[in-house]
């Protein structure tokens, strides 16, 4: 039985953090790669002395910035900028304040990186710009306090010269190593990043409106990707974003699974949906279902779920042991590849046009008045 939620999730994280500082090593923290799925090639960006520096030798304030908004196409120069820490970011950032340009395209690339790199500052995850440091503070407890401190990481995990564009890559290459079992949920998390992307690329209050949207998407398909790994389950469990349960072999055969909590609590609410973690198959589907009700029942906490019926895994096949479950991102699903269905399916398609009904201004102003 798993005790670790009886531990507060501030007390799990300082033993840990105690351990790695007294064996001056940093302890895998989190086994999932980092949410990019794109191949894409790195341009490392820092700062050496005041002045920007990059993996390309000498590059200009407004070419960075053009690199910066390509990576959101499926082009042969799509590309990643890669900054070593969070002050580099910034410096960056102050670096374009100064940029010189010649022309109107040049300064309306600087403009609009200036707002995708704002909007870098304060997401959970991105993976058109990846923050070293922030990628190894995910990926693993540090035996020190600052982790923003490139040069303490590099000595950690011996890695030489951490400026250098061959440190860096190592670095980087330390930061995402992993295998991921949940590719939707990346996937996820990349195309949230990507549409923050095009929303900051130009200036307007839909396009602000579109990067706070798609940020809230961002934190909640980062949140269930954290729940659902494995090395920080400990954490989770105590910090109660993931829960332990036992599904309960009922008497007679009931549509709605019954399950026991013995942590004795839960964070979901009725109709909540959530989704299972079964440590025995790691890679199935993330299927559960909506939250029934709950409540205790003869000294044990119960908790009721009606099954989604899609899907091969079933709570049956985990009776009397346990499973994980976390809650579900707000409108998301774990799968994104099958085909939607029409909305005719299985009927009949209308025979007759539908009538394409156009305001007269818009009339008047040229737009097409045939049927669809």
Same mark, same amino acid.
Request: aromatic residues 8%; charged residues 25%.
């Given at each position: 039985?798993?005790?670790?939620?009886?531990?507060?999730?501030?007390?799990?994280?300082?033993?840990?953090?105690?351990?790695?500082?007294?064996?001056? +090593?940093?302890?895998?923290?989190?086994?999932?790669?980092?949410?990019?799925?794109?191949?894409?090639?790195?341009?490392?960006?820092?700062?050496?002395?005041?002045?920007?520096?990059?993996?390309?030798?000498?590059?200009?304030?407004?070419?960075?910035?053009?690199?910066?908004?390509?990576?959101?196409?499926?082009?042969?120069?799509?590309?990643?900028?890669?900054?070593?820490?969070?002050?580099?970011?910034?410096?960056?950032?102050?670096?374009?304040?100064?940029?010189?340009?010649?022309?109107?395209?040049?300064?309306?690339?600087?403009?609009?990186?200036?707002?995708?790199?704002?909007?870098?500052?304060?997401?959970?995850?991105?993976?058109?710009?990846?923050?070293?440091?922030?990628?190894?503070?995910?990926?693993?407890?540090?035996?020190?306090?600052?982790?923003?401190?490139?040069?303490?990481?590099?000595?950690?995990?011996?890695?030489?010269?951490?400026?250098?564009?061959?440190?860096?890559?190592?670095?980087?290459?330390?930061?995402?190593?992993?295998?991921?079992?949940?590719?939707?949920?990346?996937?996820?998390?990349?195309?949230?990043?990507?549409?923050?992307?095009?929303?900051?690329?130009?200036?307007?209050?839909?396009?602000?409106?579109?990067?706070?949207?798609?940020?809230?998407?961002?934190?909640?398909?980062?949140?269930?990707?954290? /729940?659902?790994?494995?090395?920080?389950?400990?954490?989770?469990?105590? /910090?109660?974003?993931?829960?332990?349960?036992?599904? +309960?072999?009922?008497?007679?055969?009931?549509?709605?699974?019954?399950?026991?909590?013995?942590?004795?609590?839960?964070?979901?609410?009725?109709?909540?949906?959530?989704?299972?973690?079964?440590?025995?198959?790691?890679?199935?589907?993330?299927?559960?279902?909506?939250?029934?009700?709950?409540?205790?029942?003869?000294?044990?906490?119960?908790?009721?779920?009606?099954?989604?019926?899609?899907?091969?895994?079933?709570?049956?096949?985990?009776?009397?042991?346990?499973?994980?479950?976390?809650?579900?991102?707000?409108?998301?699903?774990?799968?994104?590849?099958?085909?939607?269905?029409?909305?005719?399916?299985?009927?009949?398609?209308?025979?007759?046009?539908?009538?394409?009904?156009?305001?007269?201004?818009?009339?008047?102003?040229?737009?097409?008045?045939?049927?669809?």
């Amino acid at each position: 039985m798993n005790t670790t939620g009886a531990m507060k999730a501030s007390a799990y994280a300082a033993e840990r953090r105690e351990q790695a500082a007294r064996t001056g +090593q940093p302890l895998a923290r989190m086994s999932e790669t980092l949410p990019n799925l794109h191949v894409r090639e790195k341009l490392f960006v820092w700062i050496d002395k005041g002045r920007v520096r990059t993996s390309d030798g000498p590059m200009k304030g407004h070419e960075i910035a053009s690199v910066l908004l390509n990576t959101d196409n499926e082009t042969d120069s799509r590309r990643e900028i890669v900054m070593p820490t969070h002050r580099d970011l910034r410096l960056l950032i102050r670096a374009f304040a100064k940029a010189r340009f010649n022309t109107v395209d040049q300064r309306n690339a600087v403009l609009a990186a200036r707002r995708v790199l704002d909007i870098a500052l304060a997401t959970p995850w991105y993976s058109s710009l990846t923050i070293i440091t922030k990628g190894l503070s995910a990926r693993y407890w540090a035996p020190f306090t600052d982790t923003d401190d490139l040069a303490a990481w590099a000595r950690v995990l011996g890695v030489a010269d951490a400026r250098s564009t061959t440190g860096l890559g190592d670095l980087y290459r330390l930061a995402i190593r992993g295998t991921t079992t949940h590719g939707a949920l990346t996937t996820r998390i990349t195309a949230a990043s990507d549409r923050i992307t095009r929303a900051r690329t130009f200036p307007g209050a839909i396009n602000d409106a579109q990067a706070y949207v798609a940020m809230e998407a961002l934190g909640g398909q980062w949140k269930a990707l954290c /729940a659902v790994d494995e090395t920080l389950r400990p954490y989770n469990l105590a /910090a109660r974003r993931t829960v332990a349960v036992i599904p +309960q072999r009922q008497a007679r055969e009931q549509t709605i699974e019954r399950m026991v909590v013995p942590g004795g609590s839960i964070p979901f609410r009725d109709s909540s949906t959530v989704w299972v973690v079964d440590p025995h198959s790691p890679d199935a589907d993330l299927r559960g279902g909506k939250v029934h009700g709950f409540g205790y029942d003869q000294g044990q906490f119960i908790l009721e779920v009606d099954p989604e019926s899609k899907g091969t895994w079933s709570f049956r096949s985990a009776y009397g042991r346990e499973v994980y479950l976390v809650e579900a991102p707000f409108g998301g699903s774990p799968r994104f590849t099958r085909k939607e269905p029409s909305a005719w399916e299985g009927g009949v398609p209308p025979a007759d046009p539908v009538e394409r009904i156009v305001p007269p201004e818009l009339s008047l102003a040229g737009m097409d008045t045939t049927p669809a």
